[in-house]
């Protein structure tokens, strides 16, 4: 009959049949083949991950900057306007040492037609008093009179501050009077030796 063609059995190759192991070879080609992918996948994805990267974060800081801008703005007019109204409150306060004498001051009446004239002319005063270098209430004009009768200062930090300076200005604290305020307090020495301090406290 003559030699016939011999055929090869229909199916996967035999190294590829189901249950039988894969051969060294074609374990290469699978690995080379993943690493290919992967590579090309990373070529592909990282730069497109620095860009989205960069852009997100200069969009981020021009919106910062963008929403920042008014509010600084409006801080730093603020800040201004608190230091004018601080710096003309502090020099009325210093004036008013510095033109009248102990026994002025000490005088209720008069002390009180001097705040009411400070009132007239700048607002956010609350009240004026005399105190003596020992840091005892020698006078005093407004609304707490008598539950500030017979104060004594010495041991406040602002009065500690007044003794090294010719005039101070607190942060806001609570003191005697157990309410947030702050005090504008000026020390001025006499001709005659005496040194009196004069505090005015603000509206905060």
Do not use: C
Not at 21 to 32: F, I
Not at 103 to 110: F, G, H
Not at 138 to 146: E, K, M, N, S
Not at 150 to 160: I, L, P, R, V
């Amino acid at each position: 009959e003559g030699f016939r063609t011999r055929r090869p059995p229909r199916g996967p190759p035999p190294s590829s049949r189901r249950g039988e192991p894969e051969s060294p070879r074609l374990r290469r080609y699978t690995a080379l083949r993943r690493k290919i992918v992967l590579i090309r996948a990373a070529a592909a994805s990282i730069p497109l991950l620095i860009l989205a990267s960069i852009n997100y974060f200069e969009f981020r800081d021009a919106f910062t900057r963008e929403t920042e801008a008014p509010f600084r703005s409006l801080v730093a007019k603020t800040k201004n306007s608190f230091e004018l109204f601080l710096t003309e409150r502090s020099s009325t306060v210093s004036l008013i040492a510095s033109l009248y004498g102990y026994e002025d001051l000490a005088d209720k009446e008069r002390l009180g037609r001097i705040f009411e004239a400070m009132q007239r002319e700048f607002s956010g005063f609350v009240d004026l008093a005399l105190i003596s270098r020992e840091g005892k209430l020698v006078a005093y004009v407004g609304p707490l009179g008598r539950e500030l009768a017979g104060a004594d200062y010495s041991g406040q930090e602002w009065f500690k501050n007044i003794q090294t300076g010719k005039s101070y200005v607190s942060e806001v604290f609570e003191g005697l009077r157990h309410a947030p305020h702050m005090v504008i307090a000026v020390r001025h020495d006499t001709p005659d030796g005496r040194s009196l301090i004069v505090r005015a406290t603000l509206d905060t």
